[in-house]
Structures are given as C-alpha cells and as structure tokens.
C-alpha cells in the first residue's frame, strides 16, 4: 500500500521558514520521482516542486528562488524547504509521486503565513 506522511506544517508570520517532511512507502523511492503540491481554500492543488530520481528539481515560477525540494533515499524521505514565506504560501501541503498517485493523497500538513 502507498502512503505518504507529512509533517512540519505550523503558523508562521510573513518572512518566516518551515522545513516540511513528507515519509514515503510503499514505492521504490530511489527510482520515483517525488513532488510537493499545495492547495489553498477555494483554489485547485498545484504542484510547486519536483524532484527526480537523478536529484533534478523544478519549481513553480511562485516559489522559486525561495523553495529548496530535496530527498534522502536512505529514509525514504522527501523535504520542502520554505524560506520567504508570503500570506499567498498559505495552503494545505501534500507531497506525492510525480505525475501523482490517485488514491493515495496523504492527509497533507498546514501552512498558514499570517501575522
């Protein structure tokens, strides 16, 4: 069975960092590769950040230079780090494969960037 278990969600004020987790099993992590989406109330999920199996990352253009994604295949790990955060970052965060698993949407971690 597939799972993916976020953590590391939390209130922050604007500026603020977070470091999100996200435990997967029940794939090969090494082969897969790993995304982080986020979905804000009233909006559709969007992916923000994609790691290969090869360490390749590729960022939404709203949090690049302010996002870092990375892996630790040793514990089948995957991490979003958040610096800069901005009010419009508030969202409920989910990582996944990449292109998704439908069915296998974790319950996600909130962020809320609010003073």
């Known amino acids: 069975q597939v799972q993916f278990v976020e953590s590391g969600g939390n209130l922050v004020q604007p500026g603020g960092s977070l470091k999100l987790s996200c435990a997967a099993s029940?794939?090969?992590?090494?082969?897969?590769?790993m995304g982080w989406y986020r979905q804000a109330p009233g909006k559709e999920r969007e992916l923000v950040a994609v790691i290969t199996s090869g360490g390749i990352r590729n960022y939404a253009d709203s949090v690049k230079g302010r996002f870092t994604i990375s892996r630790d295949a040793a514990k089948n790990t995957v991490y979003l780090q958040m610096n800069s955060l901005k009010p419009e970052d508030t969202a409920v965060y989910h990582c996944n494969s990449n292109p998704p698993r439908r069915g296998s949407w974790g319950q996600g971690t909130q962020v809320t960037v609010s003073s």
């Open positions: 029940g794939i090969i992590f090494s082969r897969q590769s």
